[in-house]
């Protein structure tokens, strides 16, 4: 999928809300969502917990339910969550978005919906599904029987359909009983939300549709959840719907639900490589204020705020060459020169910080304001915009790669912590209450004081699988092959571009697709033998331990969540190679090249030798020599 393309912020409407739903955007387009949504508020006192609740927590708290990510924010343009619908479950892949209220997926008798990743909803196929009868509260459809939603959005894409209530299950390694929920069962869908390869979305806003509201008033959940997006170039991440005990040194930022209908922080400043950009006293607080979407994939600033920070990060990189953006179309702010390596950017690229109204800091590392050229090896650029519509300072997903963000509804707060993202939402089952390890090189440089926690217990620090499990011996592993044997069933369509099958693998597996290498292909008629090789990052290199390891687990435990198309896999078998054999084998091949090309030369050096000396003999034979054996006198011409 293309890298998404820019949208500009679009005004919030002022329109209510009802339990169908009057149109309203609601949602930002599958590929690159960043829009201020206009939720409805409820009354104040809705997000407060009252008194009984609180009595239940000492008694016992709610359950949580972790997830997985998966997909890429820039290259898919989203991240996606696996649930199911009804009973039994169908499956479906659902974009997470905290600017949406509704969740929906697409339906049976959908006739104008796009082929997605996963099969349409079949309500008779499920027990208990439940339509919504039409009432006073609801738009309902042409029969008066159901009622319906409907949305549209900013680029002319839309969604509408049904809503119903059905059991929804959030996965095997959720504490979180399935729990009945309301959604909606759409019946037409138009622009990118046609093309997109999720199913559809999962709305984690306030408002009455939102899962997550749902959720809280049945007591099912605290008043919380959490995302975790992962770093730069790796993508999945978790995402926890319930209350987690704050790690030490998380960042919280007020968050007001009367200041707007969406996610805000209050952002008082920013600081470019310590020193504040000169801006108004109220920049961040005008229009909307500053609002946290994770459906949008990068940042927008107000005008007089863009220009500043744009000047500032010019002025500290001015070592590097500006080039111009991949995309003629945009005219995006780039740098050259600053190599592939990641862990090496914050000795380039300034460190940018967050300062809140509580006086907290929260510090940017450099994939949290750039992207990568895609065009250009090495290089960079800005992935922070202007808002031309307005004053709203809108946080798209880049500025919280590699972080944790709760949602403290309860508390009326949105924390930050830094930490691998992408190694939490491949924390085992058994252990899914716990973190991972902050990153030092991703950590604040100076570590804010230690916020007030529950008595829930803390996160753990410890690794969820040893290497040594894996590699005995402690093996270091310079390449993963392995075979995958495809069922692929033609009648579903034609048979997957390998191509498309190897960036898949790459995304899953959390690698450069320049890593995944086809070996082999050997195919019949409904099966497939595709024999693969994963190389490590850099030629002659091996892999670091948890890479090898999470990489192999995903293989053999059939993580790999792959779109209907491709049909079910089978893992044949894997093995691995250490960087020592391979460059044995390539002494030996080296060895044995050069043996060969000097016999090759000595041959031809033999050769030339007994042309030359041929050839010098035969000049030798058929040189003129004079007569001197015997003395003719001479004579002279008669006349005639």
């Known amino acids: 999928m293309s890298v998404p393309v820019r949208f500009l912020l679009l005004l919030a409407l002022s329109l209510p809300s009802s339990l169908g739903g ?3 955007a609601d949602l930002a387009n599958a590929n690159h969502r960043h829009l201020i949504l206009p939720l409805s508020s409820s009354p104040s006192g809705d997000y407060l917990i009252d008194d009984d609740r609180r009595r239940r927590r000492l008694l016992g708290s709610p359950s949580s339910a972790r997830m997985r990510l998966y997909d890429d924010l820039l290259a898919d343009g989203y991240y996606t969550t696996r649930i199911g619908v009804g009973t039994p479950p169908q499956e479906f892949s659902l974009i997470v978005d905290t600017g949406s209220t509704v969740t929906y997926v697409p339906c049976r008798n959908c006739e104008k919906c796009g082929k997605h990743q996963d099969p349409r909803f079949r309500p008779d196929l499920s027990s208990t599904y439940q339509p919504v009868r039409c009432n006073a509260g609801c738009n309902c459809d042409d029969q008066g029987k159901q009622c319906t939603y409907q949305r549209r959005y900013a680029e002319m894409s839309s969604s509408s359909g049904v809503l119903g209530t059905d059991i929804i299950s959030f996965g095997n390694s959720s504490e979180l009983s399935p729990q009945r929920a309301m959604f909606g069962c759409e019946t037409a869908e138009s622009g990118d939300l046609y093309s997109q390869r999720a199913d559809g979305i999962m709305g984690l806003g306030r408002g009455q549709l939102s899962i997550v509201d749902q959720l809280v008033q049945k007591d099912a959940i605290d008043d919380s959840f959490s995302l975790c997006y992962g ?65 949008t994939t990068y940042a927008y600033l107000p005008k007089e705020a863009f220009n500043a920070f744009k000047n500032s990060i010019i002025k500290n990189v001015g070592s590097l060459k500006r080039i111009s953006g991949p995309d003629p179309k945009f005219p995006d702010i780039c740098f050259a020169g ?25 510090s940017l590392s450099p994939e ?6 895609t065009k250009v090896p090495g290089a960079y650029c800005l992935g922070i915009f202007q808002n ?26 949105i ?38 926690t529950s008595s829930a217990t803390a996160p753990t620090q410890s690794p969820s699988t040893s290497p040594t499990d894996i590699f005995p011996g402690g093996l270091q592993v310079g390449v993963i092959t392995f075979d995958m044997l495809f069922s692929v069933d033609t009648s579903y369509g034609p048979k997957p571009n390998i191509t498309e099958l190897a960036e898949l693998i790459a995304r899953e597996l959390g690698i450069n697709v320049t890593q995944v290498r086809l070996l082999n292909v050997r195919s019949t008629e409904n099966k497939t033998d595709i024999q693969w090789a994963i190389f490590p990052a850099k030629p002659g290199n091996f892999f670091n331990d948890s890479t090898a ?59 030339f030798g007994m042309w030359y000396g041929w050839r010098k003999k035969r000049e030798a034979y058929l040189a003129y020599k004079p007569v001197v054996e015997a003395a003719l006198p001479e004579q002279e011409l008669q006349p005639v």
């Open 368 to 373: 949290n304001y750039l992207f990568r050229h």
């Open 231 to 295: 770093g730069m170039g790796v993508g999945g991440g978790a995402m926890i719907l319930g209350w987690i005990s704050p790690p030490s040194g998380m960042v919280f930022s007020p968050s007001d639900p009367r200041r707007s209908p969406y996610y805000n922080i209050k952002l008082k400043e920013i600081h470019v490589a310590g020193e504040a950009l000169r801006l108004r006293a109220n920049t961040f607080d005008e229009t909307h204020g500053t609002v946290l979407d994770s459906g």
């Open 22 to 24: 009057t149109l309203f």
């Open 415 to 452: 924390g930050f912590w830094k930490t691998n993202c992408s190694e939490l939402g491949k924390t085992k089952k058994d252990d899914s209450s716990s973190l991972p390890p902050p990153n030092p090189s991703l950590a604040p440089r100076i570590p804010p004081p230690r916020p007030n």
């Open 549 to 607: 390891v999470n990489i192999i687990l995903s293989l053999r435990d059939h993580r790999l969540q792959l779109p209907k198309e491709f049909g079910d896999y089978q893992l044949l078998e894997w093995k691995v190679e250490s960087p020592e054999g391979r460059r044995t084998w390539r002494w030996r091949s080296n060895l044995v090249v050069a043996a060969t090309a000097g016999l090759a030369v000595l041959v031809g050096l033999s050769i």
């Open 338 to 362: 600053a190599g592939w390596v990641l862990s090496r950017l914050p000795e380039i690229f300034p460190t940018v910080d967050m300062v809140f109204s509580n006086g907290q800091k929260f």
């Open 388 to 413: 031309e519509n307005d004053g709203t300072t809108l946080l798209g997903g880049i500025i919280v790669r590699n972080t944790l963000v709760t949602y403290d509804r309860e508390n009326n707060r």
